[in-house]
């Protein structure tokens, strides 16, 4: 009868992996949708009697309207969870006359934040002969620092990274539009390499977790690991996996190797998945994971026990939610649905109104059940938990493959002897 029950899981895990596939590569083939970008044009600058499409650019335009001339160009970055298009209007002076996003895939909550923080009003007279720089934004390729320029935009706080995107973005449309019209050309401060502290600590803590893995004498220590990580990671950094990181891989939403931050969050957990054959980051560098340990041995409860039957049950939620989540995107065109995990609101203090009624649910219950967001609604813990398997089961069958080869070739010597 239980090996009834767990084929039927295995069943249903098996329907959902293939539905919520089959439902990203129709998000990503059949739904992308296609901008008009005239019709932004006509929108967006007004008494337009004519827009001509450069030759050699995919989107460049030379648009008259009532005795005005504008350029208009657009380019793209890859933002926090997926590429970021934004169209930007430039006058025959050179100055900017308008940016306006034109695609665009990041949590709606923090995207709506480049609007209420009139990051795109900033860009208004800015210059293309020079760079935009990005203020406030120490460590990220186009920080301002101390350059003698008012030719810069400030970031958004608490969307750095999205604001980051825009302006990248930007830059990369007006580089074009100043060495075709301007007879200007400048060196793109977007494309240098940066390294900040907190792709140093995010390293270190990599470095530290990696170590306790490997070295049992370390587990004494776990504690102390934890509330590092917990600190690090949460409060410092401010970097954590989530789904929608995942997500954006699979679409290839991949950010240029400036972005140091995203490389060690994000290869360096499949690294060791790959390399070791163990899902490191959830044991000992989640943020979110080691606060509900931490809070579970403070606490000092007497852990609630669930049945193997229950747990069995519970273990399904988080590949269900995601499922959920994937097709919802995929309906909506915006997979923003991905984003529904407490990080955001435990750590960065913004979060959908669903996520601020369960956030002290899931840290109420882990005050008697270690880890039980992790453990059961995780989307991240599910999928690295689900490769690590996969991995390690795939070792495991290429060695037992090269056993039987080298008994076979062991035995025909032996024949032949």
Known sequence: MA???????????????????AAIFYGIFWTSKTIDYQAVIQQNIPGV????????????????????????VCDSAVGYQSRIEAMTIVNREGFVEKVIITQQGETPIFFERLYTG??????????????????????YSGYLDEKQTNNYI??????????????????????????????????????SYQFNRQDLAMMVI??????????????????????????VMGFFVKEFIAA????????????????????????????????????????????????????NKAAGFKSLGISPQVTRKLKLAAPTILWAAILL?????????????????????????????????FIFISLFISRFYCQFFCPVGFILNLLNRWRNNGVNVWKQMWNRIG???????????
């Open 329 to 361: 995107g995929t309906f909506l065109g915006d997979y923003g649905t991905l984003d529904y995990q407490p990080f955001s609101a435990f750590f960065l203090f913004k979060a959908v109104w669903v996520m601020w009624l369960m956030l002290p649910v």
């Open 3 to 21: 090996s009834k029950k767990r084929d039927l899981e295995s069943c249903y895990l098996i329907v959902l992996f293939i539905t919520a596939i």
């Open 244 to 295: 929608s990181n995942l997500f954006s891989l699979i679409t290839m939403q991949i950010p240029g190797l400036t972005n140091v931050g995203w490389y060690v969050l994000i290869i360096g957990t499949l690294g060791f998945i790959v390399l070791l054959g163990k899902n490191i980051y959830c044991a000992w560098i989640c943020p979110f994971g080691a606060a509900q340990e931490v809070i």
């Open 118 to 139: 009139k990051l795109f009003d900033q860009f208004k007279n800015l210059s293309v002969k020079e760079p935009i720089y990005l203020g406030g934004a120490s460590g």
């Open 49 to 72: 009697t004519s827009i001509e499409k450069m030759i050699g650019a995919q989107c460049a335009y030379q648009v008259d309207a009532t005795g005005k001339k504008y350029y208009a």
């Open 154 to 191: 400030d970031r958004v706080t608490g969307s750095t990274v999205s604001s980051h995107a825009v302006a990248e973005a930007v830059n990369k449309g007006t580089a074009y539009i100043a060495s075709k019209f301007f007879n200007t050309r400048w060196s793109n401060p977007y494309d």
């Open 407 to 417: 008994n076979q070739k062991w035995n025909r010597i032996g024949n032949q002897r």
């Open 206 to 231: 990599y470095i530290i977790a990696l170590a306790a893995a490997l070295i049992k004498k370390l587990v004494r220590l776990r504690i102390w690991i934890l509330l590092t990580s917990f600190g």
